[in-house]
C-alpha cells in the first residue's frame, strides 16, 4: 500500500479499527500511553516500540506505514471536499453587555427566550435556534471580533487548505480550557470569528468531565489568583469545584486561603463552596489555613459560616492554634477568632502571652503541665513551646508548676534548645 492509493484501498485488517478520518496527533497520543504500559513491564522500552505494536494492532506492518494511510485519507478529504461546504450549524453568538441584569430581562422577559445556563458574569440563552451568550466585558472592547463561532469538520484539515488558499487568521489553532479546538479567522476588514472544530458540538450541551487542558489552566489559574478565570472554567465544568491538588493534594479553597488569594477565594465562596470542608492530610478546614496567614482571609471565611473552633486537625490545635502556634503568632486573628466564641487552649494561651489564663488553667488541672503537643510537633512540651514562642514570662510560670526543664521532645530537642534558637 503506498499514500498515492489514498482511502480507496481499505486499511489492513488488525485488532483495532481506524475510524473514517483518523488524526495522527490522536494515534501519537496513543502510542504514547502504549509506551507507558510497556515500561511498567520494561523501564527501558522506546516509544518506536510502542508506535510499532500501535501499528500492528491497526492491521499494519510499521508505524510509517500507519502514517502514510493517514496522510493519504487526509489529503484526499482536502481534495473531495470543497471549502464552501466547510461550516455546520452556528455555535453561539457572544454579545458583551454592561449590565447583565437587564439584558437578561430583555431577552428572557421581554423577548421570552429560554435561559439555557446563567453565572454571574455570563448567561446563556436560546433564541429561536440560535444559541446567545451575554457576558460582562470588563475594560476597553474594539468589537472587532465578532462573537460568531462556527462549527467546522475536520478543522485542522480544513485550516491546512485555508492557508494555502490565503486566508489570515488571527493566531494558531488553539486547545481552549473550556475543551475546545479552535482558530480565529481574520476576514478583509479585520472582523474576527471562530471555526470551532465540530467534536465540541457533542459537549457543548452535556455534563462532559474536565479535560487535561481545563485542568492545568485552572492550576494556573489558582497560582495567579485569577478568578475570571476561574470562573470561566467552573462555568464550563462545574466539578471542577472538587478538584483536588498542589504539593498537599488539597481542596481549592484551602489552597487559596493558604496562598492568600483573596479573589479566588471570594470567587469560590460565591459558588457555594462548603467553607467547612476538611482535607485528607491535616484534617483541617481552610480557615485552619488561612488562620496561619493572617486575618484578612480568615475574616472572609469566617464571614461566610467558617466554624471559629475546628477542633478535630491532626495537629489538635484548632483554628486558634494555628493562628498561634506555627511559627508566627498572629495576636490580631486570635483576637478576632475569640470575639467569636474560639476558646484558648494551654499552647495558645501560653503563645498568646496568657499569664492569668494558663495560671488558672494548671490551678483547675494540675497534670496538665505534662501536656505535650500532638506528633506532628514531636510532641513538644509546654516549656518548650514557651520557650519557642519566646515568652519567659511562660517559662517562669511553668518551671514553677513543675515543668521538667530536662524533658526531651520525638526530635531530641530540650526546652534550652528552643531558648538558645
Known amino acids: 500500500m503506498t499514500p498515492s492509493q489514498g482511502p480507496s484501498v481499505p486499511a489492513p485488517s488488525g485488532v483495532l479499527s481506524l475510524p473514517p478520518r483518523p ?15 510497556l515500561r511498567r513491564a520494561d523501564p527501558k522500552a522506546k516509544l518506536s516500540a510502542a508506535q510499532f505494536a500501535l501499528a500492528r494492532d491497526y492491521g499494519f506492518s510499521s508505524w510509517r506505514e500507519l502514517k502514510a494511510h493517514v496522510d493519504a485519507l487526509r489529503a484526499s478529504s482536502i ?10 450549524r452556528l455555535a453561539m453568538v457572544a454579545f458583551p453587555v454592561a449590565d447583565l441584569a437587564r439584558s437578561r ?5 421581554t423577548l421570552g427566550a429560554e435561559v439555557l445556563k446563567a453565572s454571574d458574569n455570563a448567561i446563556d440563552i436560546k433564541l429561536g435556534d440560535v444559541r446567545i451568550r451575554a457576558y460582562v466585558h470588563l475594560g476597553e472592547y474594539q468589537r472587532q471580533h465578532s462573537g460568531l463561532g462556527f462549527l467546522v469538520e475536520n478543522l485542522a484539515t480544513k485550516v491546512r487548505a485555508w492557508r494555502d488558499q490565503g486566508v489570515a487568521f488571527n493566531g ?3 486547545e481552549e480550557p473550556w475543551g475546545g479546538r479552535v482558530i480565529t479567522i481574520r476576514d478583509p476588514d479585520g472582523n474576527l470569528f471562530d471555526a470551532v472544530d465540530a467534536a465540541y458540538a457533542d459537549k457543548m450541551d452535556t455534563h462532559a468531565g474536565p479535560t487535561q487542558q481545563a485542568v492545568e489552566a485552572l492550576e494556573q489559574a489558582l497560582d495567579a489568583d485569577d478568578a475570571e ?4 472554567l467552573l462555568d464550563r465544568f462545574p466539578s471542577l469545584m472538587d478538584h483536588i491538588g498542589g504539593q498537599w493534594t488539597q481542596p481549592l479553597l484551602h489552597r487559596a486561603a493558604y496562598a492568600g488569594h483573596a479573589a479566588v477565594v471570594d470567587l469560590l465562596l460565591e459558588r457555594g463552596f462548603e467553607i467547612n470542608k476538611r482535607d485528607k492530610n491535616d484534617n483541617a478546614y481552610a480557615l485552619h489555613f488561612a488562620a496561619e496567614q493572617g486575618l484578612p482571609i480568615a475574616k ?6 467558617g466554624d471559629v473552633h475546628g477542633e ?15 511559627g508566627q503568632v498572629h495576636e490580631d486573628v486570635a483576637e ?6 474560639a476558646e484558648p487552649h494551654l499552647f495558645s494561651a501560653i503563645a498568646l502571652g496568657m499569664t492569668d489564663r494558663v495560671r488558672e488553667m494548671l490551678k483547675q488541672d494540675g497534670l496538665l503541665i505534662n501536656k505535650t503537643m500532638s506528633k506532628h510537633e514531636h510532641h513538644r512540651t509546654a516549656l518548650m513551646h514557651a520557650a519557642k514562642c519566646g515568652r519567659p514570662e511562660m517559662v517562669e510560670l511553668l518551671l514553677g508548676y513543675g515543668a521538667d526543664a530536662l524533658a526531651v521532645d520525638g526530635a531530641g530537642q530540650t526546652a534550652m534548645t528552643f531558648a538558645t534558637n
Open 79 to 88: 481534495e473531495a471536499e470543497p471549502v464552501t461546504s466547510a461550516f455546520g
Open 105 to 109: 430581562a430583555f431577552y428572557e422577559g
Open 229 to 232: 478565570a476561574m470562573r470561566a
Open 23 to 37: 488524526e495522527l496527533e490522536h494515534l501519537k497520543n496513543q502510542a504514547k500511553r502504549r509506551l507507558e504500559a
Open 312 to 326: 478535630g486537625d491532626v495537629h489538635e490545635l484548632g483554628v486558634l492554634g494555628w493562628a498561634t502556634c506555627f
Open 172 to 174: 494558531e489553532l488553539r
Open 336 to 341: 478576632y477568632l475569640m470575639e467569636r466564641g
Open 300 to 305: 472572609r471565611l469566617v464571614e461566610a459560616g
